[in-house]
């Protein structure tokens, strides 16, 4: 699965940016898909992230109200919506997808507990940078 992120930019304070993450290449039935993001001289960490059917959402807590998550199954692309940007959120964005092996409802319920770890992602995008000016 290849993984392009898209829609960073420069955007003021109290702005807004929509990333877009397409996915290509060999299908997997169910996958999940996840945003993270790395500031400059900081680890990368969890964003959000939305389960294969979009029925279950899941969001760090210092974007919560602020960003949103969704896919669309048409068009193989995942969305990260992000409104109210602050200077502390400029960062290289990535999507990942986490694929879903064996029974869905086992691997719902394995996905559901583990969300946020950037190790439990298969396929990583090329990240897209998000600069939020003060």
């Known amino acids: 699965v290849q993984l392009q992120a898209s829609g960073g930019g420069l955007v003021q304070a109290g702005g807004s940016l929509r990333l877009s993450c397409a996915a290509a290449?060999?299908?997997?039935?169910?996958?999940?898909l996840g945003w993270f993001r790395q500031a400059p001289g900081k680890e990368r960490e969890f964003v959000a992230a939305?389960?294969?059917?979009?029925?279950?959402?899941y969001y760090n807590d210092f974007v919560k109200g602020r960003f949103t998550v969704s896919r669309d199954f048409a068009e193989n692309t995942a969305y990260l919506q992000m409104s109210s940007l602050k200077p502390e959120d400029t960062a290289v964005y990535y999507c990942?997808?986490?694929?879903?092996?064996?029974?869905?409802?086992?691997?719902?319920?394995?996905?559901?507990?583990?969300?946020?770890?950037?190790?439990?992602?298969?396929?990583w995008g090329q990240g897209t940078l998000v600069t939020v000016s003060s």
């Open positions: 990942a997808a986490y694929i879903w092996y064996g029974s869905v409802l086992d691997a719902a319920r394995t996905w559901s507990a583990s969300y946020y770890s950037l190790g439990n992602y298969d396929y």
């Open positions: 290449g060999r299908s997997f039935s169910y996958y999940a």
């Open positions: 939305i389960s294969w059917s979009g029925g279950s959402t």
